[in-house]
Every structure is written in structure tokens, then in C-alpha cells.
């Protein structure tokens, strides 16, 4: 089993990503009237409004998919039916052909799968992200040493469950984002200690660390700046005597960083919203900064079930945060157990991040936590920190665990995930104007197949199972390591 973990393990991902798609309706992550719209466009279906060059014309399924359900809990998608059946053309301005706000890569990507039927091609375009992170995860795990993997798939795991795998099976470009910093910060670390270039796994390392590095780049605006900022994170960790060593390698992972930073610079849209005037409508003074200060650990537990997914209108039962935050501290303690002076300032480094740039965006901005900024925003910096405290002494050796914290914490995990995807599976098909566990109603919306829901819902019983045990099983059969 461990001989073929890189290939059975990324298939959990992938069927677990799979299971979240299925059972969310067209048009259900946030902010998708837009991203649809866009994706629409990007592939060549919508037309400018000959009357006014700000307004495009796409089809009401796509631009009203979510509307009938959206910020109402107790209404099923079962009430899209209308909609997505009407193709007829409805005018709109929130589009990224007209406000530019994201890059066009994504929307480009997505738009290979637009079709006649809308819910279909929405099913190809999620599974279609599913299957690039799998490839990737694979690629990862197949590639790097296992220490670097190790901390990688861990960080990615535990911040993913449910915001991570929720935006990964959607039509948000946050999905790239958010896998695709993470998964940089493994090839890229894998990279500075790779030398040979005659070496096929180095070419691979290296095709794996440009791939996440368009996808971050051409996902969101500040996903690229975070794509600079894990390049200088990986080298500060790597340090100078392993630049020195491996020019190449180093010189790869700078240019890469470059690219974040060229595309930034380049983009507009979030990277100037606001403008002089701000945002809010907040006093920037101290005070809103130690407000912000103490109130910031929200957005933090916002990414692994504290706040409500989708429109907002998906509430996570407590015991999803719960286990959540109580796993991030016990791997954080965990990690700040076996740490070394370039170990020590990328931790420093990346948790000054996370804490810094949704700080400063609110103050510049006049908001406070709550406003504008979601979890989903910095959920790549939270991997980072997390990635970084799970790096061992030794690239090739994962970072052991004791065994009983680790079964634990696979159960737990394990238990949260599967609530997690009850409760947003249970919000579209029932509504919550039914028990959570009340499964003699019938559903009133079947999902995106005619595939039964307890039968998914069994289904990713098992896959969860595999994978969450699956990510922890070098940390049970790896040498020790000196703490």
C-alpha cells in the first residue's frame, strides 16, 4: 500500500473532491453569478449589449443559477429548476469582461467545458479542477522526498476540510488559488534539492512547480502575490548554502516568485480596490488595528468550518471548527517541537503573513474582520504556516508523531469532514427547515446526477476514511527523528 500511495491517494482526493460536486447546485459557491458569467464569456457565449459596452448578454442559466437560493438556508436548489432550464439571454454588468477583477487563465481553462447544458458543464468544470489537483498531489507524492510530501499533503488536508474542498470542487478561481500556492511551496522546496538536470524527477519537480505557479497566478490577483511570497519563503528556509549549491534549482524558484510578482504589479482590480477613500467606513486608527488584531482568528477558524460556506447561508455544525482548530494546535505543537534557525524564520515569516495581510488590507481599507476579507482570501497562507512547522530535519524522513495523537486526530478529521459534507449536501437537497439527520423526508433536490444521496454520502464515508488515514501513514512507519 505504501509502495502505491501516490496513486491510490490522490484517487481518494479526487472522488472526495467528486462527492462535493455532486451534491452542490449550479451557481452555488460565492460569488458565482460572476464567475459563471465570466467563464461564459471567456468561452466565447455571451455577446455585448449593442445599447451600452458595460453589459453583456449571457443566458439565464447561467447568470441566475443561484438566485431563487442564495443567502436563504431553508430553500432547497430544487427552486432552479426554471432557471436553468431557460436559456434565454438576461443582461449584466458583474462580469469580469466589463469589471476586470480577476485574471483571465482560469475563466479561459473553465470555459474548455462550456456546453448546451449548463449543470453538466458546471459537473465537467469541477471535476476537471478535482482531476488537476489530483494529478498534481500525485505528481507531489511520486516526486518530492517524503518529508517535504508529508508536510505538504497534512497542511493541505487539515486546511482544506471544509472550505478547501468545497471551493476545489467549484467554479471559484479560489480553488487554484488555494491548491495551487500550497502544492508550489512542496515542489518548489523539492526543487532546491534537486542539482542534477539530467535527471527526469527534476524536470518533473520542476513541471510541477510551474504548473501551480499558473495556477496561482492565473487564478486571483493576490494568489500572486502569495506565489512571490512562498518563493522567498522556500528560499529563506532552503538558506544560502543550498542556493549556492543548487544555482539552477534556486534560479528556477526566484524566477517563479518573479512571475508573482510581474503579475501582481500588472493586475488590477483587488490590488487597487478602494482607492484613497477606502472601503469602510472605519476610523484607521489604532484602535480598528487592535480590534482587527484580536478579532482576526475568526477568518482563521472561518477556514476550517467557522463561518458559513457557499452564499454564507451553509452553516457548519460547531463540531467541524472544533476539530479544526484543535488539529491545526495539536500539529502546530507538533512541528514547533523539532524546529532549527532557518525552520524558525519561515515559521516567523509565514505566520507574520498571515496575521499581516488581511491587518493591513482592513486598516488601510477601514473595515473590520467580517468585511470584504473572507477566510477563503488567506486559506493559502494558512496552509503555508502549516506546511512549514510540519517540515522535518531531514527532507527524506516526515516528521514522526506519536501514533495514539495521530489516530485521534485521523478520526476527527474523519468525523469532520463527513459532518461537514452532510451539512451542505442536507442545505441543498432538504433545506434546514428539516433535521440535520432527518433522512425520512425526501429530498427535495436529487443532486447534479440521478445518483442517490445516501448511496454519495456512503460512498464518501470510505473515501474519506482512505484519505485522511492515508495522508498520515508515512508519519506512523518513518524513522524516528530527534526532536
Not at 453583456?56 to 430544487?78: I, K, N, W
Not at 471559484?172 to 535527471?199: E, K, M, T, Y
Not at 488581511?358 to 473595515?367: A, V
Not at 493559502?380 to 508523531?401: C, D, E, F
Request: aromatic share 8%; charged share 10%.
Amino acid at each position: 500500500m505504501r509502495r502505491w500511495r501516490w496513486l491510490w491517494l490522490p484517487l481518494a482526493f479526487f472522488l472526495a473532491c467528486a462527492g462535493w460536486a455532486l451534491t452542490s447546485p449550479a451557481g452555488s459557491a460565492p460569488d458565482d453569478d460572476y464567475h459563471l458569467a465570466s467563464i461564459w464569456c471567456a468561452a466565447g457565449q455571451c455577446t455585448t449589449d449593442p445599447a451600452d459596452s458595460n453589459v453583456v448578454l449571457v443566458p439565464r442559466a447561467v447568470a441566475q443559477a443561484s438566485e431563487c437560493f442564495r443567502y436563504e438556508a431553508s430553500v432547497t436548489a430544487d427552486c432552479a429548476r426554471g432557471a436553468l432550464a431557460d436559456p434565454a439571454p438576461v443582461p449584466v454588468t458583474h462580469v469580469n469582461d466589463v469589471e476586470h477583477l480577476y485574471p483571465s487563465g482560469y475563466y479561459r481553462t473553465m470555459g474548455l467545458f462550456v456546453g448546451g447544458d449548463v449543470e453538466r458543464s458546471v459537473l465537467m468544470m469541477r471535476l476537471a479542477n478535482a482531476g488537476l489537483v489530483s494529478l498534481l498531489l500525485a505528481l507531489l507524492l511520486r516526486t518530492v522526498p517524503a518529508g517535504i510530501s508529508f508536510a505538504t499533503t497534512v497542511a493541505a488536508l487539515v486546511t482544506f476540510i471544509p472550505l478547501g474542498f468545497f471551493v476545489v470542487a467549484s467554479t471559484n478561481p479560489s480553488g487554484w488559488a488555494s491548491a495551487g500556492v500550497v502544492l508550489f511551496w512542496g515542489f518548489a522546496l523539492a526543487l532546491l534539492h534537486r542539482h542534477d538536470w539530467r535527471s527526469r524527477r527534476t524536470w518533473l519537480v520542476a513541471a510541477g512547480a510551474l504548473v501551480t505557479a499558473l495556477m496561482a497566478v492565473t487564478s486571483r490577483v493576490d494568489a500572486s502575490a502569495y506565489l512571490a511570497f512562498t518563493a522567498v519563503l522556500v528560499l529563506v528556509i532552503g538558506g544560502l548554502a543550498r542556493i549556492r549549491a543548487n544555482r539552477g534549482s534556486a534560479a528556477v524558484v526566484a524566477a517563479l516568485g518573479l512571475l508573482g510578482v510581474t503579475s501582481y504589479l500588472l493586475a488590477s482590480g483587488p490590488a487597487v480596490a478602494g482607492g484613497e477613500a477606502g472601503m469602510g467606513t472605519a476610523s484607521r486608527g489604532v484602535g480598528l488595528l487592535l480590534t482587527n488584531a484580536v478579532y482576526l482568528p475568526a477568518l482563521f477558524q472561518g477556514i476550517v468550518g467557522g463561518w458559513a460556506l457557499g452564499w454564507n447561508d451553509t452553516v457548519m455544525p460547531p463540531v467541524v471548527p472544533i476539530v479544526g482548530v484543535l488539529a491545526i494546535g495539536g500539529l502546530a505543537w507538533a512541528g514547533l517541537s523539532s524546529l532549527w534557525p532557518r525552520k524558525t524564520a519561515g515559521v516567523v515569516l509565514a505566520a507574520v503573513a498571515l496575521a499581516a495581510v488581511p491587518l493591513i488590507f482592513l486598516q488601510k481599507e477601514g473595515l473590520g474582520v467580517g468585511e470584504v476579507v473572507q477566510p477563503r482570501y488567506i486559506m493559502p497562507l494558512l496552509g503555508l504556516v502549516l506546511a512549514t512547522l510540519l517540515l522535518p530535519p531531514r527532507p527524506s524522513r516526515p516528521l514522526t508523531l506519536p501514533r495514539a495523537p495521530v489516530r485521534v486526530l485521523v478520526v476527527g478529521l474523519w468525523l469532520s469532514g463527513m459532518v461537514a459534507f452532510w451539512a451542505n449536501a442536507h442545505r441543498y437537497a432538504y433545506g434546514s427547515g428539516v433535521g440535520l439527520f432527518d433522512i425520512r423526508v425526501q429530498p427535495a433536490w436529487v443532486g447534479l446526477t440521478a445518483i442517490p444521496l445516501l448511496l454519495i454520502t456512503l460512498a464518501m464515508a470510505a473515501t474519506t476514511a482512505v484519505l485522511v488515514s492515508g495522508v498520515f501513514v508515512p508519519s506512523r512507519h518513518a524513522p524516528q527523528v530527534q526532536a
